[in-house]
């Protein structure tokens, strides 16, 4: 896959599902513009999710341009963060969908990032055996990542997003506006997730990243439009091939299962997602050298450019006594893993992922390095 | 569609839904054949999902048959009951299966009634975002009707069955020794989804039915294994033309949309879900003859049979100072409903059944008459 021309005109990138098809409309101000909704079914109701950080900036605009559209368009506001992507938190959706008495013909909106979008859509899967759903991603780590592909999920307190379903969205609309009032750090986080989509498969793409991190650190809206279209393209190239991960997809998880063992092991929320997998990201292509696929210069190439993108590289430790045992044993219940072998994502050879086991010692090896850095 | 002729013998059914196609087996002691099982995945685990009821009876059997496909065959018993229908006891499921250490490639296996099915079915679609599973109903309701065609749920406090997925077994394995430990009440229960099918779909059914009551009541073998069978095909045929109840499919929903609100307006577990069906499908009689679809002869003779049958055609008063609109807001949270509207399944001349709305003056006066006896 070659990069395409980036322009800051709107531009739309296609996952092709068969009947389950749908657009991710990506530009600057699509959220407020009629035109971002063509096309969607038009019902009696529509149901605003978001969190009580992004209500007070977008919510007003969202519900303005959905009115025309729709007989009501309610909102419903949850707390903010990962340690709320929780079954309680669900269920408050089902509650303002029953307690208002809305059909199987309502469709949710998605407005906010990577766990309002998760939630509602497994929301959206759930609620009489399936409803439409929007996704709005107001973040970058949603706009390249998460909102695209129909994953849907909540956390359980053994393991993340054990609990969800494949569920795919109506569209995708990505403003890329709303990228501006991101938190450094939130923007960091994001940043991660396009950098994966480099090593796995668009070594071209990386070295455009490589050349526009400070442009992007700025949020400049060229490269930023250029980004989060590329990173959109890979992803719905993947999906495309691979919707339910029997196989090829679980190659979009590089960095994910050390990453989630960061997340669970620090507790939901201390880590940002983004970083958890940033860091992970370095330490699979430790592993990845450990197994010889990649030599010491790709690991340190990685490593700057993570840490470029202001994002942790060093692993945290999750256990004084037995900090390895303790990464196995969250990698374990990883959704990769099968009969308790752990399943990485690896680089084999810059621009390709592979899945597969790796020995024990190797792993731990690899955990002790990257906690001493 | 014609009734076929009966054996005693083993049959199978086929579900045709494209790659999610499955098979329902039917006969006498297949719950601890290995022949059941046959062609389904053998991996590291299965999860036997189950009630304190049926546990002490088939559990065992089920658990030994299964051993030389798994590398471990876990049972979970829930408590039992419509009551127990929830996020807590469907969250039970996802506790023993990470605790456990399942991956995704962990069959289940509902044994037991229709809650159980629902339920386990529901973990299934969840867990993980989807593991195999496979339903082996033990109740004469589940046979017939909830473990076949894929709809899988938990109870609201506010609606029945409002919060779930369609998903499809493996395969249904229905053992007609089981009925024989039916306690009364519940194979009456169950014969109110077996009358179902008559009106909707087949009057020679339905004639049969009249003929063999006394045979079912008795659990004379070979009636069971037609009247099961016999049902299993309708349904199979009704799912395979509308698996995801964009339209046809809501016919097998027949007395379901008052039965819903008797349901919930006693209290789940109060009325079974089947006797509150039977009762409901006398008053959608009553709904079509006020509405011209039918005569009162057709009205009166389905009350006769579901009495036969051993279920309440007296509607219960739901509350004292205002029971038809009790009645009437139960009904609008039903999945058919649209914008308000309350739609009912009706009986469009004997053996059609067709969906609509009716005026809430006409409603009230069929709850009034049917409260009234």
């Known amino acids: 896959m070659q990069p395409n021309t980036t322009t ?15 657009r991710i409309e990506i530009g600057a101000g699509l959220l407020g513009e009629p035109g971002s909704y063509a096309g969607l079914p038009s019902t009696a109701t529509a149901l605003i999710v978001t969190n009580t950080t992004v209500a007070p900036l977008y919510a007003q605009a ?21 340690s709320y992507k929780t079954w309680d938190s669900l269920n408050l959706i089902f509650d303002a969908l029953l307690s208002n008495g809305c059909d199987r013909k309502t469709v949710l909106y998605a407005l906010g990032g ?77 940043l991660a997730e396009v950098i994966k989509y480099g090593p796995i498969a668009d070594m071209a793409f990386l070295d455009w990243i490589e050349e526009h991190m400070d442009a992007l650190r700025a949020c400049d ?44 092991g620090m507790g939901y929320g201390q880590w940002l ?25 790709f690991v340190a190439r990685l490593k700057a450019l993570v840490e470029r993108a202001g994002l942790p590289t060093l692993a945290p430790v999750l256990d004084a006594q ?17 009969a308790g072998a752990i399943k990485f994502v690896l680089i084999d050879g810059p621009g390709r992922a592979v899945v597969r086991a790796a020995p024990d010692a190797m792993v731990v090896r690899v955990i002790e390095e990257s906690c001493a850095g």
């Open 8 to 22: 800051p005109d709107a531009q739309s990138v296609a996952i092709d599902l068969g009947d389950r098809s749908y």
């Open 114 to 190: 990577g766990v309002v979008g998760d939630m509602t859509g497994f929301a959206a899967a759930s609620y009489m055996r399936g409803v439409p759903f929007v996704q709005v991603p107001t973040t970058l780590l949603a706009q390249v990542d998460s909102s695209v592909g129909g994953k849907t999920a909540i956390n359980h307190p053994l393991g993340k997003n054990m609990i969800g379903a494949f569920y795919q969205p109506l569209r995708v609309v990505c403003d890329l506006d709303t990228l501006k009032s991101l938190p450094p750090r939130e923007l960091s986080a994001g």
């Open 322 to 338: 037995r900090n390895s045992a303790r990464y196995l044993d969250l990698m374990r219940v990883d959704k990769k893993a099968e």
């Open 273 to 297: 997602h983004g970083e958890a997998v940033g860091c992970g990201m370095v330490m699979a292509a430790r592993l990845s050298q450990a197994l010889g696929l990649v030599d010491a210069a």
């Open 221 to 264: 809206p060229q490269a930023m439009a250029h980004a989060v279209k590329r990173s959109c393209e890979i992803k719905a190239h993947v999906v495309g091939l691979d919707e339910r991960e029997s196989g090829l997809r679980a190659v979009l998880n590089f960095g994910h299962t050390f990453g989630h063992a960061i997340e669970a």
């Open 62 to 82: 969202l519900q303005r341009v959905l009115s025309p559209l729709y007989g009501r368009v309610l909102c419903l506001e949850l707390p903010d963060g990962e």
